[in-house]
């Protein structure tokens, strides 16, 4: 892929993939309060086995929608190290409204580097993310520098 001409990256997060939309008009990162939540169901004891691990064996199990990820890979998840909570500040949001959001770093992998950038939380979006001009042009500058060292 063309880095230069998409307009969405695929990138990982725990080895978990998400694609973000990149939008060259905006200049700050946007992330979906949804994401941040995926990454903190191991801390909400509905999506976990019962202390004992003992559970109702069951032949014929029905789709648990309290239980949409196997409590396994859910558990195996740590956000410690994933989004670090960094203060509030005054943004436009998706939706052209100027609100006060939540600022979290995010840490990702693309093409094997590894990012670390601020995003605003922003309930307006209906996508994971997005990454604005800036983190956008940085990420190219470097895994191109990656690419031409290799």
Do not use: W
């Not at 700050?28 to 004891?45: K, Q, Y």
Request: aromatic fraction near 12%.
């Amino acid at each position: 892929m063309n880095i230069g001409k998409a307009n969405e990256l695929f990138i990982q997060v725990k080895r978990v993939g998400f694609a973000a939309l990149i939008d060259k008009r905006i200049r700050h990162n946007f992330i979906n309060p949804a994401l941040l939540a995926f990454f903190n169901l191991g801390e909400r004891r509905m999506y976990s086995l019962p202390e004992n691990n003992i559970g109702e064996v069951n032949t014929r199990p029905a789709y648990d929608h309290s239980q949409p990820f196997l409590p396994d890979y859910v558990n195996g998840i740590s956000a410690n190290d994933v989004f670090h909570y960094v203060g509030k500040k005054v943004g436009k949001c998706k939706d052209n409204k100027l609100r006060v959001c939540k600022v979290f770093r995010l840490e990702f992998e693309y093409e094997g580097c590894t990012f670390s950038f601020p995003f605003l939380l922003d309930k307006s979006l209906n996508i994971p993310a997005i990454l604005g001009q800036e983190s956008f042009n940085r990420i190219t500058k470097i895994v191109m520098e990656e690419k031409q060292e290799t």
